[in-house]
């Protein structure tokens, strides 16, 4: 029987999948989305690993090669689905196929040559018995008795033959052999935790008479003095647990990280009797499309403490009863402790929670999980989409409007938008939640793509706060960067023993460093973006490549000694807020303050046990958190990042606006949002006043329209980088002549080549092409031979072309 396999295989940068011929003994097992081991006709040197896209029984066409073996078992690891929505995404974001079947899948399933087998048991003596014996399977069982394991590269350098794979596979299924995966963790990780000093000074209080943040940090050491603390567990510092090992209080000890999926924020639960009459409504919509069994995508637009998360819960029981899973995304799970609690406490072992702080071991076992059906819920950010359940029933994308589900790197997939092909492949549905839709998706429900469902009232009836503004340079300011007005709030509730919640948006360069002499900010050199100033270690650093070099009091150009840090990141804020509640604790989150794995949780822990009242920083504290007795939330520059160079500028800033404001109010005791800003003309804060975001969606589409920019029409960035300057550049213009005749005037214009907003990002000069499109759509292939085109008349120059279908920044 003639049969061939069309592969698409790893690390061959092709478009097209490859034609292979198999031996007689695979052709009955194999099947499209397995992954095999095959050898290249034009490239003999090594073997190759490839995932199997289709059969043919005959057809035309050469032969390029042999299928030597099916790996993982013979057990296909990508479903029909998924190898359909690999191919999707590769010709919609004009992605190489294989990049995208690769990205579906965990990287430690990928490669199997380090894959440990060893004897089983003590069946030794006849092994005739269970299996057929060939000289293969006899061999390797002779390999082993000798060595007790071997890893597969092992195997096959001892043997002599790569094609090892079919013949363990047998061995395994006949309980002769065990093969596990093995992990190789590059270093062993460790955190830094402090305890209680073994010998203590005499009247160690004295000591720390004048801090009431180190009195703090030593009483609860006290309290527990065999345990090891981390930093931001118990909302206590770094900096204040050096400051007591200093002081000989206590000690520093570095202990291995503990693995396992430990998210460890967690929280009691309230009872809920009832759904509101709109948490109702869209249920019962969701539930009627359930039944129904057919593709079709909702907007959930509620507003900020409607009760979304519970529908989404209500819904996922539903889908169980039905015997089906679910997919539920979340733009970054680290920073929705509270969110994942929620759904952990409804489900338990049927959900499996992806992170970003999982070891290849972890995501392995989760992948395998989910694929065994051992859970049927799979909830995690981005990269969970291609989560491998079969008979999925629907897929929630929560914060759907949020940026981080764009992907940054080769393939620049967008999860939301996946997550909608996904539910098409699958006859599901898919349900996308906002309070503050992004406009593609409001759109798409305005002109009946999908469904609108609203929540417009929050539970219990809570109201939505109020918002003020403070314009800056007309008021009264206690510190450099807090007005009278929010100093009084904040007093206020500390008086009645409520909680704040203060937010300082660190995009837009904040925190860089300004001569007030010579006007001089120090640059990183590779990036050409300001240095950030980091007051912990006394640090300039870079934001984008992480280059550090040291702080000094002088001005680099001019050695002038009168500098000023220019907008205050949060540590600023941290000790101007010291200053003027010096005995009140203050809960400071941001990138320093949480880079352990747990930092975040304990930090939130202490929040909400009220050990604090004061939580200050940066984006995380905008989403999702839930504190009843957070009555304030105060911006402290709410206009930063509104003069980035980016047509969603507006957009972003009104969405985080309202998502932190969401954190006011949200019980029965009012809630009130002061921000701060320091340009007072730009419309977008009467609109933020308002809260009204049907208002906002149609006046920011006026502008979108008349400037022709999304939804109105589709962007591709292309990015032409290099170590020059000048071929960045020339590359450029060399593939805008290329692409010109691709796009009639009538469908789109060019625009470029131009500098990117950052012009040099690590060493590399980039220079970008921007096309609009209205109403035609480019093919993948065709983007694609431009580029290859444009690159071989460069080639030794070091030119890497980019694109980004739909991108999210133009920066
Ligand atoms: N039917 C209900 N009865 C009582 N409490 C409810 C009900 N539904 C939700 N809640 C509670 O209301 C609060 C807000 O709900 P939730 O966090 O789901 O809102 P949300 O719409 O996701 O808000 P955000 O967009 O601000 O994150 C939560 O504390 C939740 O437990
Ligand atoms: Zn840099």
């Not at 190759?48 to 057809?59: I, P, Q």
């Not at 009760?307 to 995304?329: D, F």
């Not at 969603?648 to 009130?672: D, K």
């Amino acid at each position: 029987m003639l049969m061939y396999a069309i592969v698409y295989v790893e690390r061959i940068y092709r478009d097209e999948p490859f034609r292979l011929s198999m031996p007689e003994g695979l052709k009955t097992t194999i099947q499209p989305g397995c992954q095999v081991l095959l050898n290249l006709a034009r490239h003999k040197a090594s073997a190759y690993t490839g995932y199997v896209w289709s059969l043919e029984k005959a057809g035309e066409g050469d032969i390029e090669g042999e299928v030597l073996d099916l790996l993982n078992s013979g057990v296909p690891v990508l479903t029909p689905v998924m190898l359909k929505l690999a191919l999707w995404i590769a010709d919609y974001y004009a992605a190489l196929p294989i990049d995208c079947l690769s990205t579906t899948l965990p990287a430690p399933l990928r490669s199997t040559v380090d894959d440990v087998v060893e004897l089983a048991g003590f069946q030794l003596e006849s092994p005739e018995l269970r299996v057929k014996s060939t000289g293969l399977r006899r061999s390797i069982l002779k390999a082993l008795a000798t060595e007790k394991r071997l890893t597969v590269r092992q195997l096959r350098k001892r043997l002599g033959r790569r094609e090892l794979y079919s013949a363990i596979a047998e061995l395994e299924r006949a309980g002769l052999v065990n093969v596990r995966k093995s992990f190789v963790e590059t270093k062993p990780r460790t955190v830094t935790t402090w305890k209680l000093a073994k010998t203590l000074p005499d009247e160690p209080e004295k000591l720390i008479a004048r801090s009431p943040k180190k009195r703090e940090a030593f009483e609860l050491l006290a309290s527990r003095p065999e345990q090891l603390f981390r930093a931001g567990e118990g909302g206590i510092s770094r900096t204040v647990f050096s400051g007591l090992v200093t002081l000989g209080l206590a000690e520093k000890i570095e202990t291995a990280a503990p693995s396992g999926e430990s998210l460890r924020f967690d929280e009691p639960q309230k009872e809920i009797h009832s759904l509101s009459p709109h948490q109702q409504q869209a249920l019962d919509a969701l539930t009627k499309a359930l039944y129904e069994q057919q593709f079709r995508t909702f907007l959930l637009h509620g507003v900020t403490g409607s009760g979304k998360t519970l529908v989404y819960i209500e819904l996922l029981r539903r889908v169980l009863a039905e015997g089906k899973t679910a997919i539920v995304l979340v733009p970054e799970i680290s920073l929705t402790p509270q969110t994942a609690a929620r759904f952990r406490h409804y489900f338990g072992d049927d959900i499996q929670i992806m992170h970003s702080a999982m070891s290849d071991r972890e995501k392995y076992d989760a992948w395998q999980r989910l694929r065994q059906g051992k859970a049927r819920i799979a909830l995690g950010a981005r990269s969970t989409i291609f989560a491998p359940l079969e008979n999925v029933g629907a897929i929630i994308v929560d914060e759907e409007h949020d940026a981080a589900y764009k992907q940054d790197r080769t393939p620049r997939y967008h999860a939301r938008d996946t997550a909608v092909m996904r539910a098409m492949f699958e006859n599901a549905l898919c349900v996308l939640g906002s309070a503050t839709p992004s406009f593609e998706s409001y759109r798409n429900a305005l002109e009946g793509k999908y469904t609108l469902l609203e929540l417009p009232e929050r539970i219990d009836n809570a109201r939505m706060p109020s918002i003020e503004l403070v314009w800056m340079p007309g008021s009264q300011r206690v510190t450099p960067s807090i007005s009278g007005a929010l100093y009084d709030a904040i007093r206020e509730r500390l008086k009645r023993d409520e909680q704040v919640i203060l937010l300082q948006n660190r995009r837009g360069f904040a925190g860089s460093l300004l001569c007030l002499d010579c006007g001089h900010t120090p640059q990183c050199r590779h990036c050409n973006i300001p240095l950030v100033y980091h007051a912990s270690d006394r640090s300039l650093r870079c934001h984008y490549c992480g280059h550090i070099e040291p702080f000094r009091q002088t001005c680099p150009a001019c050695k002038s000694e009168n500098l000023f840090y220019k907008s205050s990141g949060t540590e600023r804020i941290e000790e101007e807020l010291g200053e003027l509640f010096p005995e009140e604790k203050i809960l400071r989150m941001d990138i320093d303050t949480t880079s352990t794995k747990d930092a975040h949780a304990s930090m939130l822990t202490a929040f909400r046990e009220k050990r604090a009242r004061i939580l200050l920083g940066t984006q995380m504290v905008a989403k999702g958190l839930d504190f009843p007795e957070v009555t304030l939330v105060g911006v402290l520059m709410a206009d930063i990042g509104l003069n980035l160079p980016d047509f969603r500028a507006a957009e972003r800033i009104y969405s985080l606006l309202m998502q932190v404001a969401g954190r006011a109010g949200r019980s029965s005791m009012p809630g009130e949002v002061l921000l701060q800003l320091y340009n007072r003309d730009n419309e977008l804060f009467q609109h933020v006043i308002r809260a009204d975001y049907r208002h906002f969606f149609e006046a920011e589409m006026a502008t979108r329209r008349e400037l022709a920019y999304p939804p109105f029409t589709r962007l591709i960035k292309f990015e032409c980088s290099s170590p020059s300057e000048a071929v960045a550049e020339k590359g450029a213009v060399a593939l805008r002549k290329h692409l010109r005749p691709l796009v009639p005037e009538a469908f789109g214009t060019i625009l470029g080549p131009a500098p990117a907003g950052i012009s040099k990002i690590k060493g590399r000069y980039r220079s970008q092409l921007i096309i609009k499109l209205t109403g035609i759509k480019l093919s993948a292939a065709l983007l694609r031979q431009v580029q290859y085109e444009t690159l071989s008349a460069f080639r030794g120059e070091n030119l890497v072309i980019t694109v980004d279908v739909d991108p999210q920044h133009l920066l």
